[in-house]
């Protein structure tokens, strides 16, 4: 099975981090479904190109979540997530980005209104190509 997954090597953000949080959109989209039988460790590092370690993390750390789930000899599912669950995932990825965006803005010394129109075109550019 193929996921949509990007490295960015150039991020300061970990890989375990950027594959966690893109695997996590992923299910609490919809666009894995309960039950999806997920890459085993070793195939999904050999994927991405990085190591055994990174991944067993990001499939714990989901598992501990409540998004994945483990049967020993048969692999890694998506896990039955609730509605209220699913929702409370989506609004929890998009404060985490957004958290991480307005970091950079303010390392960068951007102005709380630089970053309001920073976000504002994003989001009109997104809206016209999606729309």
Not at 14 to 30: C, D, F, K, N, T
Not at 79 to 97: G, Y
Request: aromatic residues 4%; hydrophobic residues 40%.
């Amino acid at each position: 099975m193929w996921l949509p997954i990007n490295i960015n090597e150039n991020s300061p953000e970990p890989l375990y981090h950027q594959i966690e949080v893109q695997l996590r959109a992923l299910i609490v989209s919809g666009q894995l479904a309960e039950g999806t039988l997920l890459p085993s460790i070793r195939e999904l590092a050999q994927m991405l190109k990085c190591s055994v370690i990174t991944v067993r993390r990001v499939y714990q750390d989901l598992e501990s979540e409540g998004l994945l789930r483990t049967r020993q000899g048969t692999g890694t599912f998506v896990a039955n997530v609730q509605e209220e669950d699913r929702d409370r995932q989506r609004t929890a990825s998009v404060i985490e980005a957004v958290e991480a965006a307005v970091d950079a803005g303010m390392r960068v010394q951007l102005t709380r209104e630089e970053m309001m129109q920073i976000i504002v075109q994003i989001l009109d550019k997104r809206w016209k190509e999606n729309g």
